[in-house]
Structures are given as C-alpha cells and as structure tokens.
C-alpha cells in the first residue's frame, strides 16, 4: 500500500504517549479490536522506542508509527527500530533532507504556505497541520486548498468526538490525529474495553 493508502484507511491516528511499554501494547490492542489500522506512538517518554518496538512484535497488523520526530538523531533512530512511517510536529530543511533520504515515509508539520512550500521542495505531498485547530482549523485548511491543489493533510491538535468528522469531511484532509480515544486517565485506568468503544465510534463513517 501506498502512504496515501494507507492513511487513508487509517482515517483517525490515535496519538498515544508510552508511560510504559505494557500498557502501551494493551492500549494497541484494544485499538485494533475496535478497527483502527494504526497508531501513532510519540517520542516523548523513555519508555517510547521501547513501546513502538514491542507493540510491533505484539500487535501484528497495526502499522505502527512514530511521533514527535524532531531531529535526524530521532529519525535514525526509528529507522533502526524498523518504523515504516514517521511523523514531527514541525520540520526543520535538515531533517526534511534527512527525510527524503530514510527508508520510511515522512509526514512533516506545518503550520504556513510557506512551510508547506519547504515541504513540498523536499518531495512531501502530506503533511501534518499543527496545532490545527489554534492555527483555524477548518478554514485553515480549506485556505491552504487554493494555493495547494494537490497537497493532502493530517490536521492534529485541538481535534476530538464532537469535530474531526468535520475535518475528515474536507477534500485535502486525508486523515487526523487525536488523542481523546487515548486519554492517560483511561489507560491508567486500564478501560480497554471503553477504549475499544472510542475507537470503533472513531473508525464509523456517520
């Protein structure tokens, strides 16, 4: 599949922070029984390539992403962990370089034309709007669409259950990260079975 593919089918990437590499392969889990095909696991913690290398070997099936890659230090370091797909939350011309050269694909984040330009130099058609709702959200993006034709975008930040069908309903959104589905409260509360529910509501076209 190709990465328009398989974002697509992704349609919502769960954004999850690995507190611990258990909890992290049981809320993947849970997850994928309620239909969702990827997930989105940030370097934010020590516990994060930990986490993304055993819910790999845990959870087969689930294209398992890494977030939050800021430097090339980062990216090669998923690229030894066997990551296919890496996403930041912005982008630097050094790691976009970088980018364009490793064997995975890249979603890089804006948050202007003029980003989305640097982007589009460095070979990326998607990229990864954030914050996007602090940034306009909706009209951001449907702004960005003029100027952008064939640029396809993951809106991420500030998106939950009562908006991101609105985002997903726009022509260049081809999939959104959030959260809500994830929440560390839940996960410290181990409510896999509530985090199923939340996850297959997400996955149901309405």
């Known amino acids: 599949m190709t990465l328009r593919e398989k974002l697509k089918v ?5 954004v999850v922070t690995a507190e611990d590499v258990d909890s992290t392969v049981k809320l993947a ?3 994928q029984r309620g239909g969702m095909t990827s997930i989105e696991i940030t370097l934010r913690t020590a516990s994060a390539m930990d986490a ?9 099936g689930l294209l ?6 800021n430097t090339p230090a980062e990216l090669e370091q998923v690229v ?19 980018a364009a050269k490793a064997p995975l694909d890249f979603v890089p984040g804006v948050a202007s034309a003029s980003e989305v330009m640097n982007a589009l130099d460095h070979g990326f058609s998607i990229c990864k709007l954030f914050p996007a709702t602090a940034l306009g959200g909706e009209t951001m993006l449907k702004s960005l669409g003029g100027p952008f034709p064939d640029v396809l975008f993951c809106p991420t930040g500030g998106l939950g259950p009562t908006n991101y069908r609105q985002f997903l309903a726009l022509p260049n959104v081809i999939c959104c990260g959030g959260s809500w589905m994830v929440a560390a409260d839940l996960v410290a509360a181990e409510r896999w079975d ?13």
């Open 52 to 60: 993304i290398v055993a819910v790999k070997q845990q959870v087969p």
């Open 80 to 98: 030894d962990a066997g990551v296919e797909l890496a996403l930041s939350p912005g982008a630097t011309s050094t790691l976009l370089k970088e």
């Open 29 to 31: 889990m849970a997850l």
């Open 10 to 14: 992704s349609r919502v990437l769960p």
């Open 64 to 69: 398992v992403a890494a977030g939050t890659v």
């Open 194 to 206: 509530y985090i199923e529910e939340l996850a297959r509501e997400a996955m149901t076209e309405q």
